[in-house]
């Protein structure tokens, strides 16, 4: 069993930057392959952007450059800096661990950006 557990969220204004945590625990085994996903009202689920092996990263066009993935492996914690933070980046924000054919989610935290 998994259990993946999101904060930091809260109102921010455009420009603003806030980070993100997603503490981790359970038998995971790594963070390799920690993803960050966010939805926002009347929209499906996207991606923003994963941690890989040897801390590669990829993200998604729409946050490239303004957010960064990061981990502590030892507090099992994986981090989504954002910055220069947009009105459309609205969105509860979750993380997500893909093992065998089980997928783990977080309850998300809502990041509230104002114009």
């Known amino acids: 069993q998994v259990q993946l557990v999101e904060s930091g969220g809260g109102l921010v204004q455009a420009g603003g930057s806030l980070r993100l945590s997603c503490v981790a625990s359970?038998?995971?085994?790594?963070?390799?392959?920690m993803g960050w996903y966010r939805q926002a009202p009347g929209k499906q689920r996207e991606l923003v952007g994963s941690?890989?092996?040897?801390?590669?990263?990829n993200y998604a066009d729409s946050v490239k450059g303004r957010f960064t993935i990061s981990r502590d492996n030892a507090k099992n914690t994986v981090y989504l800096q954002m910055n220069s933070l947009k009105p459309e980046d609205t969105a509860v924000y979750y993380c997500?661990?893909?093992?065998?054919?089980?997928?783990?989610w977080g309850e998300g935290t809502l990041v509230t950006v104002s114009s």
């Open positions: 997500h661990l893909a093992r065998g054919n089980l997928d783990y």
């Open positions: 941690i890989y092996t040897a801390g590669i990263t």
């Open positions: 359970g038998r995971i085994f790594s963070l390799n392959g």
